[in-house]
């Protein structure tokens, strides 16, 4: 009988578990409305609508052309941008 408890506790843990997980945020091509499927673990959307799916990013990616708009390099951007604005701020001091 105890196997038989421990089912039930697993059952319940992951039912309860099912019940306080995220839903889904994608919508039904049929009626409109909200898929409410539980959502994947560090996804806003189920495992039917694109979680764990996708190509990573990167050179690699079919939609890549020439990586002057990649996370990367708009970091170091703005980094430049910023310290352009300082060095007007300094020479505006300066006179
Ligand atoms: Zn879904």
Known sequence: ????????QLEAHTTADTKL??????????????CQAPA???WQVCRMHGAGGGHPAGPTHPRWVHGLRSQDWSETRRT??????ETRGIEALIG
Request: one cysteine or more; proline letters at 3%; hydrophobic letters at 30%.
């Open 80 to 85: 430049i941008n910023d310290l352009a604005h």
């Open 1 to 8: 009988m105890a196997t038989c408890t421990l089912l039930n």
């Open 40 to 42: 994947v673990t560090g």
């Open 21 to 34: 997980a995220r839903r889904c945020h994608a919508r039904s091509k049929r009626t409109g409305e909200p």
